[in-house]
């Protein structure tokens, strides 16, 4: 199990400061500072700290945000120009536009253009800022076009104009609530070898740990592979869950539903089939109902945050391995 802990070393978690005294799986015994003992989760433990560093890490950025807001009206007093921007074809660092908030109930609700999501150019640049910081690698945030979401990547693997070809974590809201997680399409026509798309189906094919990878955190984080295509219209066609040792995934027609179970050799073969000619886009995801998205206030940055750090090596598998 893939967790942050060494033993001997001290973390922190909403109770204070402790020390590893044993890792054995997923049971770890921590000494608080106060000497007295625990035996945990390694898995809950290190969400928790996951989300303490999250939380600093926003704590500095909104500190730094405030400083700036000060040294700009500084400057305006004095009567010096601002500074001016980085040179045309520079990348600099992902910027945010304030702080996210949180959900609002007028994020959810349509209005004569659809709906209104301000608040994706803060959290998209959130989560950019901090991916980039957790992975070495730099991170940018997109707006989707005449859409409520979000999409994060890596500029070098992320084109605005190839639409849902591309790679990208998600976030998205719809009347019904939030999704976020991974996503992935194939446009009409013949799939290229070139295109994520066909990276990740052969990599899933090839790779048993990528494929454990996906099955466990559809598992353990309660994702659903959501497959959308163009059949008689375009929408959802199957939604894939875990179940097992394999995949249970549910099919709804304009004439029936049907419900089977099988393991990933049958499911690849399966996005294989489905709309072969037609466009295609999977969506491994988590859904959350607008009432719970809006209770959870500015805390479900970290757990979108935790969802795109888990779902790191399907992104980079999409990429071709996603370290050159």
Same mark, same amino acid.
């Given at each position: ?6 033993? !001997? ?15 054995? !799986? ?11 003992? $625990?035996?945990?989760?390694? =898995?809950?433990?290190?969400r928790i700290w996951e989300n303490i560093q999250f939380e600093e890490q926003s704590a500095r950025e909104e500190e730094r945000l405030r400083l700036a807001q000060e ?13 001016? @921007? ?7 660092? @992902? ?5 996210f908030g949180g959900f609002r109930e007028s994020d959810f609700v349509p209005k004569a253009r659809g709906i209104a999501w301000p608040g994706r150019v803060s959290l ?23 859409? @409520? ?8 693997? &992320? ?33 290229? @070898? ?15 740990? $990528? ?17 959308? =295509? ?39 073969? &399966? ?9 295609v886009d999977i969506y491994l995801c988590c859904d959350l109902a607008k009432e719970d998205a809006v209770s959870s206030g500015p805390g479900i940055a970290r757990d ?7 779902? $790191?090596?399907? &992104? ?9």
């Open positions: 199990m893939a967790h942050p802990f060494e033993v !001997g070393k001290m973390y922190r978690n909403r109770a204070g400061e402790y020390t590893v005294l044993t890792v054995d !799986g997923d049971r770890m015994t921590i000494r608080y500072v106060s000497g007295n003992t $625990l035996t945990t989760s390694a =898995a809950i433990q290190a040294a700009r009206l500084a400057s305006r007093k004095r009567g010096t120009r601002p500074a001016q @921007p980085a040179a045309a074809g520079v990348a600099g660092p @992902p910027r945010t536009r304030g702080r998209g640049g959130m989560l950019a800022n901090e991916l980039s910081r957790r992975t070495s690698q730099t991170y940018n945030k997109w707006l989707v076009p005449m859409s @409520p979401e979000v999409h994060v990547a890596r500029p070098d693997h &992320y084109d605005p104009e190839l639409g849902s070809r591309n790679a990208a974590f998600f976030v998205a809201v719809s009347e019904k609530g939030t999704t976020y997680g991974f996503r992935v399409g194939r446009p009409d026509g013949r799939a290229e @070898p070139s295109w994520p798309w066909s990276i990740l189906m052969a990599a899933l094919e090839a790779d048993s740990e $990528l494929s454990a990878t996906v099955q466990s955190v559809m598992g353990n984080r309660a994702l659903s592979l959501d497959v959308y =295509a163009m059949e008689l219209s375009y929408g959802r066609v199957a939604r894939v869950t875990a179940s097992g040792a394999g995949f249970k995934w549910e099919r709804e027609t304009l004439d029936e539903k049907t419900v089977r179970e099988g393991d990933l050799p049958q499911l690849l073969d &399966y996005l294989k089939t489905v709309s072969p000619d037609g466009r979108i945050l935790s969802t795109f750090t888990a779902l $790191l090596p399907v &992104y980079d598998a999409s990429l071709g391995g996603g370290s050159e």
